[in-house]
């Protein structure tokens, strides 16, 4: 079979009846699974998996992959809407996509991601498919130096997550470090900060310590301002905002392209993947476009993480059909759907059955578009929920937060991450501290440290002198010099600015505050401190450890302890400065009804772990439902009513029905789920 | 004799009135319910997709038919979805597990596993042999066909595994030791996956799969292309101190014994503890995977599921699915034998647990 029979071959197969039904349920089944956060692609193909027994090859593919392609599309949508990422591989979405939300742009923001979307998906199947019997040198020459160098060049990318503060960004980079070293170190046999909690031995779960941090305080502020995810009125809206999406799409086809390749290369690493490559393509972004107004609504900050993430799936399936090395969880279940289809990754993929893996590429080309146009036409409908009342979405939205962080293992444990990060992401934003760099110290520690532990048992010291590690090297510092560069140049802009301060300008800047981008001591020192006692106990706990496993955490815990102490130092002065009335207008004081009526709020999430040890967690659901909107809405029962029963038929559909949990029920009292 | 006969008879009566009474009150024990299932390792990893698979062939066999829900709790090598099953876990017979066993913990009483793997409730167990490998250009200058070319050398040879104490990692280190070849073991990688992509990189030249594993996995990956050879399984513990053939496992590829007495002679054996500890690990083969109740569970439910269970083991489409998936025939244990098999193998003699102690301890830097 040529090369061009292969294509031909593969596109018939699969336009043959079943699989383009099949692959259109997939897409539905992926839009559905990236869309809700907490389940994501993953989980979607370990329950599909099993259906795909007895099926012909390209049904099966055009199935788990229709599914596969699009959760990354789809994962955008409360990304935007809700300020909440859909899936791991859309975390640096949120930054500007939900700052355009609050502006009145969401359906702008979603245009362009979809339309990146894709032609990245596309894009990335393209390259897949030419890239197969070359890529073997690329894959190969990878190994665990090379992704530690990579990880490290990850890290720079904190420079630009910082917002104005890189003295806060380093620290909550190095809390992030820290963060990943929670658990059961495998490699020496030791339990790190788990506090006895068998939860923790797996490590910090990522998606309730992700949506602590970002979604309850987005959260708070809806419930205590009562305003609108959208800070503008609807009928001050362009009306076109998805086509004005795809053109912004259009406009910024260069950056576009750029992160395709970002996303591609960086899927094809195993090991990196799906949850830094947002980050690095965000970074890349931030770093070279010209005119950046990242973090406070720009569509390029849109524009390229939903390229990146989508590409990256075509990267990531080249290790697994070409070597069988799957990159990622997702990819071990495809190598399983691979055996059970009675097919064998490797060379004959390239030979005998390149037809087949044509199959996947005209399933990836062909998933992507149709995901991506149904949610075109969609768009403008899901981001009419951004102009919706504050206390009419809230419960809403906090059925699917604690949902979501409850559907990975279903522990309580979990609840109580999500609080406990709630209430930390909160004083961040409150205190000007950046968080996106805590999430991308987490995903790079984990990957760092194994990587470091691995290079140095099979390399040595060589590990630093291999040939690309020094070309990763000499790119970190390339990019350290020109992101201190850029700091000082944003500052100089800033600085002009306000003195040629415009009313407008003003205006924008009070409605959309870019992460880390106002400073507040009062709220900030409480972190400071808390960040110095963490740091100061990971150290102090690590000393009985044997070397390996209490390398990394204590070489962390010093840094960290070094830059929190310095944040303090500047905090203090600030505090200083504000009571004797020279701070500086970026130096604001605490808005302490606002802060004391968040915390009363927030004592009303902890009153739902409690309750939940009480009554079960799907009373206790409805019950929050019931009484916030009694209580906080002041709505009628007639609402009330409607919108119990509304919850109730999502919790049962969703969480009993299509992806079942196990519930919370108290052993005292009988069981509801039974 | 009469009496005798009357009263065997009524014996009879009453115990099919038993049976035909109790038939119904199964049905309804599961009827409309849902059993929550904890799985103790990831979505899509081996447990994972092979407890789905033997759970959905089982669900024919059990009365009421009720809906089946995974759950996964992983973490710590499979200790931590163990222990929530033992603490968290619910006795009224809709809660169970299917783990890979995480039982070397248990033998070296690693503090992590706070679960008694003994006191669980066994539904049923099956067995799974790992197959080593290595690459054919391990020994410079050499290529290596099979076991033989590989058991007198005195290169160093290049292993990968997942954490001192881990089973892979122990199994390894101790075959090298006991064959007295050269060893560089490399631990800490994640996944199976990793250290596969290692020895494509040549960073590594041998590990160990399980048979799911490398039929899944290996063969496509590293045997077809031609770049590595399998050479020997461990083998199942027999009487007399020895180490058998797997008949789950082709003939060309011998057992761990058959390559030491290759070596060292028929007959003879490593010392004491090395070769204790290498049939410890073989018996821990033969109950790979488990299907268990907590302690303290409903008798009934476990009565239930136990014949469930069995039929499951009989079934042709579940056996010819688990030849499929796992390239090789089934082989396992009823709930009953799994119950006293996991005893013997837990409870090892203090000394024994001891040098396995110090032995992973050895490998911690």
Not at chain 1, 392 to 417: C, D, E, K, Q, Y
Request: aromatic share 10%.
């Amino acid at each position: 079979m040529t090369f061009t029979e292969a294509v031909l071959d593969g596109l018939r197969l699969v336009l043959i009846w079943p699989a383009p039904g099949y692959m259109l349920l997939g897409v539905a089944i992926g839009m559905f699974f990236g869309a809700v956060p907490g389940l994501g692609g993953l989980v979607g193909m370990a329950i599909i998996l099993p259906f795909t027994f007895g099926m012909e090859p390209s049904v099966a593919f055009a199935f788990i992959l229709g599914m596969y392609a699009v959760t990354t599309t789809a994962d955008t949508l409360s990304s935007v809407l809700l300020g909440i990422p859909g899936t791991a591989a859309s975390q640096a979405t949120i930054l500007d996509g939900y700052p355009m939300a609050q502006r009145g742009e969401a359906s702008r923001a979603l245009g362009a991601a979809y339309t990146v979307s894709m032609i990245g998906g596309v894009i990335g199947a393209v390259f897949l498919a030419i890239s197969i019997p070359i890529v073997r040198p690329i894959i190969l020459a990878f190994s665990e130096p090379e992704l530690f160098a990579m990880a490290v060049l990850g890290l720079t990318m904190v420079a630009s997550l910082s917002g104005k503060s890189i003295f806060k960004g380093t620290a909550a980079a190095c809390f992030g470090l820290m963060l990943a070293c929670v658990g059961f170190a495998e490699f020496g046999g030791v339990r790190r900060y788990w506090f006895e909690q068998n939860f923790l031995l797996e490590g910090l779960p990522i998606v309730p310590y992700v949506l602590g941090l970002f979604a309850i305080p987005e959260v708070l502020e809806l419930a205590v301002r009562n305003t609108s995810i959208s800070r503008v009125q609807r009928e001050e809206v362009a009306t076109s905002g998805i086509i004005n999406g795809m053109k912004d799409a259009a406009r910024h086809w260069w950056l576009g392209l750029r992160c395709t390749v970002i996303g591609v290369y960086v899927g094809m690493l195993p090991g990196l993947g799906g949850s830094i490559v947002d980050w690095v393509a965000y970074g890349h972004a931030a770093q070279s476009e010209k005119n950046g107004n990242f973090g406070k609504g720009d569509i390029r900050g849109v524009i390229a993480p939903e390229a990146a993430n989508n590409a990256m799936k075509g990267g990531a399936l080249l290790p697994t059909i070409a070597f069988a090395i799957p990159g990622s969880a997702s990819m071990a279940i495809l190598l399983s759907a691979f055996f059970i289809q009675g097919l064998e990754p490797g060379p004959q993929m390239l030979t005998d059955k390149l037809n087949i893996t044509f199959t996947l590429v005209w399933t990836l080309v062909l998933a992507n578009v149709a995901g991506a146009v149904a949610l075109l036409l969609w768009g403008s409908q899901a981001s009419k929920i951004t102009y919706l009342q504050g206390h009419i979405i809230l419960p809403a939205i906090m059925l699917v937060v604690f949902m979501g962080a409850w559907v990975g293992n279903g522990t309580l444990g979990n609840w109580i991450v999500l609080l406990a990060f709630g209430f930390i992401g909160y004083f961040m934003k409150l205190g000007g501290w950046p968080r996106p760099p805590i999430v991308l110290g987490f995903v790079l520690g984990k990957i760092m440290e194994e990587a470091m532990n691995l290079s140095m048992q099979v390399h040595g010291w060589g590990s630093f002198t291999r040939p690309i590690v020094l070309i990763i090297i000499a790119l970190t510092i390339i990019t350290v010099i020109f992101a201190v560069r850029s700091q000082r140049k944003k500052r100089a802009q800033k600085e002009a600015r306000r003195n040629e301060a415009s009313a407008n300008s003003v205006q924008e800047e009070a409605m959309v505050v870019e992460e880390g981008g106002k400073d507040c001591p009062p709220a900030s020192w409480p972190i400071a401190t808390l960040l110095i006692l963490v740091f100061a106990y990971c150290f102090y706990e690590a000393i009985p450890w044997s070397f390996s496993p209490k390398l990394f955490p204590q070489t962390v815990a010093t840094v960290g302890l070094l830059l929190a102490v310095g944040a303090l130092v500047f905090d203090l002065k600030g505090m200083a400065a504000i009571k004797a009335g020279t701070a500086s207008a970026d130096v604001v004081g605490i808005d302490k009804p606002y802060v004391l009526k968040s915390l009363y709020f927030l004592s009303w999430l902890i009153g739902i772990f409690i309750l939940t040890l009480i009554i079960g967690q799907f009373p206790t659901l409805l019950l929050f439902v019931i009484l916030y909107l009694k209580f906080w809405g002041k709505f009628g029962w007639k609402l009330i009513a409607i919108y119990t029963a509304c919850a109730v038929a999502f919790l049962l559909i969703m969480f009993n029905e299509i992806v079942p949990v196990m519930w919370y029920e108290p052993a005292h009292l009988p069981s509801i789920f039974l | 004799m009469n009496f005798l006969k009357h009263s065997a008879l009524g014996v009879m009566a009453v115990a099919a009135a038993a049976v035909g009474l109790n038939a119904p009150a199964d049905a309804q024990f599961y009827k409309g319910k849902r059993v929550n299932i904890i799985i103790n390792y990831s979505a899509g990893g081996n447990t994972d997709i092979q407890g789905r698979m033997v759970m959905r062939h089982m669900k024919k066999y059990i009365p009421g038919n009720p809906r089946l829900v995974f759950r996964h709790v992983s973490g710590a090598g499979g200790t931590v979805g163990a222990n929530f099953l033992a603490e968290a876990g619910r006795t009224n017979g809709y809660m169970m597990g299917v783990f890979t066993i995480p039982i070397m913990s248990q033998v070296m009483k690693a503090p992590e596993l706070r679960a008694d793997l003994a006191a669980f409730h066994y539904v049923g167990a099956i067995g799974q042999q790992t197959i080593s490998h290595i690459r054919k250009d391990a020994i410079p200058g050499k290529t290596i066909k099979n076991w033989k070319d590989l058991i007198n050398t005195d290169h160093e040879i290049r292993t990968g595994g997942h954490g001192p104490s881990s089973s892979k990692d122990l199994r390894t280190r101790l075959f090298f030791e006991a064959l007295e070849i050269p060893l560089k073991h490399v631990t800490g990688y994640k996944s199976g996956g990793k250290i596969r992509a290692a020895i494509l990189k040549n960073e590594l030249d041998m590990t160990a799969d399980s048979l799911a594993g490398y039929f899944g996995r290996v063969v496509a990956q590293l045997i077809k292309p031609g770049i590595s050879v399998p050479i020997w399984h461990v083998g199942t513990p027999g009487p007399n101190n020895t180490i058998l053939h797997s008949p789950s496992v082709a003939k060309n590829i011998p057992s761990f014994q058959t390559v030491y007495e290759a070596k060292f002679g028929k007959g003879k054996r490593p010392s004491a503890n090395i070769w204790n500890s290498i049939r410890t690990i073989a018996a821990t083969r033969e109950m790979l995977r488990i299907i268990v109740f907590r302690k303290g569970t409903n008798p009934k439910a476990v009565k239930i599921m136990r014949a469930a269970w069995d039929k499951t083991t009989k079934d042709k489409g579940f056996l010819k699915e688990y030849k499929k998936v796992n390239g090789s025939v089934y082989t396992g244990k009823s709930g009953v034998d799994a119950q006293k098999y996991v005893k013997s193998i837990v409870n090892v003699n203090p000394k024994l647990q001891k040098s396995l102690l110090d032995y992973a301890d050895k490998a911690r830097k």
